[in-house]
Nanobody, 122 residues
Framework: QVQLVESGGGLVQAGGSLRLSCAAS????????MGWFRQAPGKEREFVAA????????YYGDSVNGRFTISRDNAKRTVYLQMNSLKPEDTAVYYC???????????????WGQGTQVTVSS
C-alpha cells in the first residue's frame, strides 16, 4: 500500500515556475514507477510526466516536454515536478500516481494522491 500526498500548488503568473512535491508513505516507494497527471475543468485527466523506479527513465507529455522536469529522491520517498515557463493552459489539478509497470497507461496506475491545484494567470 502506498499513500501519496501532493503539495506545492498555487497561483503563478504566466512565464513563472512552480515545483510540486509528492510525498509517499511506505517502505516500498523505491519499487514504484511514478507519474504526474493533470485534469482541467471539463477535460479528461492528462498524462504529464513519469519516472522509473530508479530515476533512469523519464517520460513527458507533448504539451510539457522541454518545460517540465520530473525527478525523485527515493531516500525521502518523494517525487518532484519542476514546472517552468508556465502557461494559462497549464491550469489544472495535478495528481501524482504510482505503478509497478513501465511504461504505464493511466489506467495502470494503482495509487493516486488527492491532487494539488495549479492556477496560471495570464
Amino acid at each position: 500500500q502506498v499513500q501519496l500526498v501532493e503539495s506545492g500548488g498555487g497561483l503563478v503568473q504566466a512565464g513563472g515556475s512552480l515545483r510540486l512535491s509528492c510525498a509517499a508513505s511506505g517502505r516500498t516507494f523505491s519499487l514504484y514507477n511514478m507519474g504526474w497527471f493533470r485534469q482541467a475543468p471539463g477535460k479528461e485527466r492528462e498524462f504529464v510526466a513519469a519516472i522509473s523506479w530508479s530515476g533512469a527513465n523519464t517520460y513527458y507529455g507533448d504539451s510539457v516536454n522541454g518545460r517540465f522536469t520530473i525527478s525523485r529522491d527515493n531516500a525521502k520517498r518523494t517525487v518532484y515536478l519542476q514546472m517552468n515557463s508556465l502557461k494559462p493552459e497549464d491550469t489544472a489539478v495535478y495528481y501524482c500516481a504510482a505503478t509497478r509497470k513501465e511504461p504505464a497507461g493511466i489506467y495502470e496506475y494503482d495509487y493516486w494522491g488527492q491532487g494539488t491545484q495549479v492556477t496560471v494567470s495570464s
